[in-house]
């Protein structure tokens, strides 16, 4: 089971500020197949990226990923109000698929 | 436009079994169009993904709970039963049913429904 560790647990940022989290994986991602999400609470998690650099659609190109084989990024260009949030990482090259622990983004 | 939601019971005992069903509309099981995954969330914690089904009816489960869970399509097409056996306190959570895009990654969650496990 490929293993995935995501940093920092917590980033404190203002607004307008970069944002960068990072997601390492025990093992290659098959494929780059390494997706990533926002979630919010009370809701369920929605899709920023998928196969490590797309963005997925209606997503605001504020939000980048970048990496491949076991080093991942998502990129926050400048924060909104809004993208105050959890994010996760998600490897679906390998099964079984696996999550990260996730990164909370919060206002300083 | 794709939709998926989950229902069944939000209270279970355990030892007793969890049937979920996932009802979707914008795609179809029957085509090659992707698939449906489960995925779980405990109370504060992390997702952790359960099992899924492809389009042409391969599954694949979580190994720590295989012996637990069971995949199926309902009598409806546009339904997935999800079959967890032996609950117990630790498996409370939220259950999310998703679509698997023909790329392979989940595109698109339902809304998740709340099942705790106590007596």
């Known amino acids: 089971e490929i293993v995935l560790t995501q940093a920092p647990g917590t980033l404190s940022l203002s607004p307008g500020e970069r944002a960068t989290l990072s997601c390492r994986a025990s093992q290659t991602v098959s494929n780059n197949y390494l997706a990533w999400y926002q979630q919010k609470p009370g809701q369920a998690p929605r899709l920023l990226i998928y196969g490590a650099s797309s963005r997925a659609l209606g997503i605001p190109d504020r939000f980048s990923g970048s990496g491949s084989g076991t080093d991942f990024t998502l990129t926050i260009s400048r924060l909104e109000p809004e993208d105050f949030a959890l994010y996760y990482c998600h490897q679906y090259g390998s099964s079984p698929r696996t999550f990260g622990q996730g990164t909370k983004v919060e206002i300083k | ?119």
């Open chain 2, 1 to 119: 436009q794709i939709t998926l939601k989950e229902s069944g019971p939000t209270l279970v005992k355990p030892t007793q079994t969890l049937t979920l069903t996932c009802t979707f509309s914008g795609f179809s099981l029957t085509t090659n169009a992707g698939g449906v995954g489960w995925i779980r969330q405990p109370p504060g914690k992390a997702l952790e993904w359960l099992a899924l089904m492809y389009w042409n009816d391969d599954k694949r489960y979580r190994p720590s709970l295989k012996n637990r869970l069971t995949l199926n399509k309902a009598t409806s097409e546009n339904q997935v039963v999800l079959t967890m056996t032996n609950m117990d306190p630790v498996d409370t959570a939220t259950y999310y049913c998703a679509h698997l895009s023909p790329l392979h990654h989940v595109d698109f969650w339902g809304q998740g429904t709340l099942v705790t496990v106590s007596s």
